[in-house]
């Protein structure tokens, strides 16, 4: 009886713990995005289960089930495009060819750029090429000699236009020639480029890495250690690179077990902010703001027209906010990751743009003046590696690279030359100039009654579809066609660089149009009304469910 009494009293003062984190699981759970991009363990359990299969000839063309006559034109115009690949981009292609066999990154993206029931006949027969042999301007020339309008923004290195970093780069090299590769010691230059960094950043110090990817893992490392908290927060959709713990689900093949993916912009993420004891910092990738909760768009994915994307910098502003205030009173770092979008918003980057200050801020891409780096700027309290009064317990890192003098003789010149008058003009109603070029071209294809509309961040703009369709992705090969240079995502991404003048986008404006014309004359939007974003996706289930369980 005795016995009994002392189980009950336990399980009585057991009860309200149990109780508080039952309550605490809820919020969390409330807090993330209804999304597989939301719950990174069951996106990954699904893309495994997910079977491979790929449409024949016939199916290609009507997976709509369009008449036969649409299909036909499909077929006749998909053909016709492949002779123009073939002849055009011979050269190209051809190299391209013979070196994917030993690069794996190019056999990647050569196998997603389009859904992948599709690829293959893609593959075979729209052959473009992955080398261009000189950049001036606002343009590329591939090896064919073909000249392209450059919308790839080379990953977002690309601000200022190609023959601004070619210039850093011969410069800053010249500057730092007389020291060559010396490395652990550092070049003169270094100096200047922390103070710059520090007076942009608004921060204390600055550490050097090698590419975005490794700066973000630092300054997620560094909140670790001085904050004695395990969880990092990211918010869903948002990349940060490729390290495993800000990239949790499908491409991770190990599970990230101390990330909290929340959902963007929602009270929901703010209470599980303010409810745990276990976070040490926020990650902010600010081009979320033109997709919240959704992941970086890209063809390979466009498997119907539900993509949406639209900027609303207000609203985007007020929810920074918010969040600086949190993390503020619950002592959790807030990490701006502006790798991306570093100097393209802004002189400031977007702490300038948005009007709110980080505890630390990445920077990477641009800043190196066409050469590779990765740059933390923080807190001084939050930069620190070591604690004066243990000396064991330290926050290592290193890299052999960081600080490399030709890196640091490039990047000086970018920060010099952003401060000219030449370059501040470009920053002069910066997104007054860039929205009034997407609305005049959203215009233009409303008025042909074309079924698409961009949306835009300053100058990185995507494409989103207004009409059901499963083949929206056909579009990036018309836009090659016309002399348009897209990265391996296709319409999902476009990076203007801000030396694009109001001649050199009517210019982009009139292929981009000439293509979705010629796309739309020859079929692949056709839709009778009976074709919806809901039964392409029930149709793609159906399929993918009897080719896992029947085989077929």
Same mark, same amino acid.
């Given at each position: 009886m005795e016995d009994a009494l002392v189980l009950a009293g336990l399980g009585a003062l057991a009860l309200p713990g149990l109780v508080m984190k039952?309550? !605490? !699981?809820?919020?969390?759970?409330?807090g993330k995005h209804p999304s597989l991009a939301g719950h990174a363990k069951m996106s990954r359990r699904v893309a495994k289960l997910l079977p491979f299969y790929e449409y024949d000839e016939a199916a290609f063309f009507r997976s709509d089930d369009a008449p036969a006559e649409v299909a036909a034109k499909r077929k006749e115009a998909f053909f016709r495009l492949a002779e123009l690949y073939r002849t055009r981009f011979a050269a190209s292609a051809a190299m391209s060819a013979e070196t994917q066999e030993g690069v794996s990154d190019m056999q990647f993206t050569g196998a997603y750029r389009v859904p992948f029931q599709y690829s293959r006949l893609v593959r075979q027969h729209l052959k473009g090429g992955s080398f261009v042999k000189a950049s001036s301007g606002v343009t590329v020339t591939d090896l064919d000699g073909n000249v392209f309008y450059d919308l790839t923004g080379s990953y977002g290195v690309n601000v200022f236009g190609y023959d601004f970093y070619k210039d850093c780069m011969a410069r800053g090299a010249a500057r730092v020639e007389a020291l060559g590769p010396v490395l652990g010691a550092y070049h003169p230059l270094l100096a200047y480029n922390v103070q710059r960094l520090k007076a942009i950043s608004g921060l204390d110090e =600055?550490?050097?890495?090698?590419?975005?990817?490794?700066? =973000?893992?630092?300054? =997620?490392r560094l909140a670790r250690y001085h904050t004695g908290r395990t969880h990092l927060v990211r918010f869903?959709?948002?990349?940060?690179?490729w390290w495993g713990d800000v990239q949790p689900g499908v491409g991770n093949p190990v599970a990230a077990n101390q990330t909290y993916t929340l959902k963007d912009m929602h009270d929901d993420a703010l209470r599980v902010l303010r409810r745990r004891k276990d976070i040490a910092c926020v990650l902010i990738n600010p081009l979320q703001a033109l997709h919240p909760n959704g992941a970086a768009p890209g063809d390979s994915s466009l498997v119907d027209s539900s993509r949406k994307a639209g900027f609303d910098r207000a609203a985007y502003t007020a929810w920074l906010k918010q969040l600086r205030q949190v993390c503020t009173e619950r002592g959790i770092v807030l990490i701006f990751d502006e790798v991306f979008v570093g100097f393209r918003l802004a002189p400031g980057g977007a702490q300038e743009y948005f009007g709110v200050q980080a505890d630390m801020v990445t920077y990477g891409k641009t800043l190196g003046g066409g050469m590779p780096i990765g740059v933390v700027c923080g807190l001084r309290e939050?930069?620190? !590696?070591? !604690?004066d009064d243990r000396p064991a317990d330290i926050c290592f890192a290193r890299g052999t690279f960081n600080s490399h003098p030709y890196v640091m003789g490039a990047m000086a010149e970018f920060l010099e030359r952003i401060?000219?008058?030449e370059v501040q003009a470009l920053y002069a109603g910066l997104d007054d100039t860039w929205n009034a070029r997407a609305e005049r071209l959203n215009l233009r294809l409303k008025a042909e009654g074309l079924p698409l509309q961009v949306a835009n961040v300053s100058s990185i703009w995507t494409v989103f579809y207004t009409r059901p369709s499963r083949y929206n992705w056909m579009l990036q090969y018309y836009l090659r066609a016309e002399g348009l240079a897209l990265s391996w995502v296709g319409t999902g991404r476009f990076i203007f660089s801000l030396n694009y003048t109001d001649t050199d986008f009517e210019a982009v404006a009139e292929r981009f149009v000439a293509a979705a014309r010629q796309m739309e004359a020859d079929g692949w939007w056709w839709n009778d009304g009976s074709v919806t974003n809901k039964g392409i996706r029930r149709r793609i289930l159906k399929e993918m469910l009897s080719h896992r369980f029947l085989g077929k």
């Open positions: 039952a309550k !605490r !699981r809820l919020e969390l759970s409330k =600055v550490s050097f890495h090698m590419s975005g990817t490794e700066a =973000v893992m630092q300054a =997620v869903c959709g948002a990349y940060h690179g939050l930069m620190k !590696r070591f !604690r401060e000219t008058p």
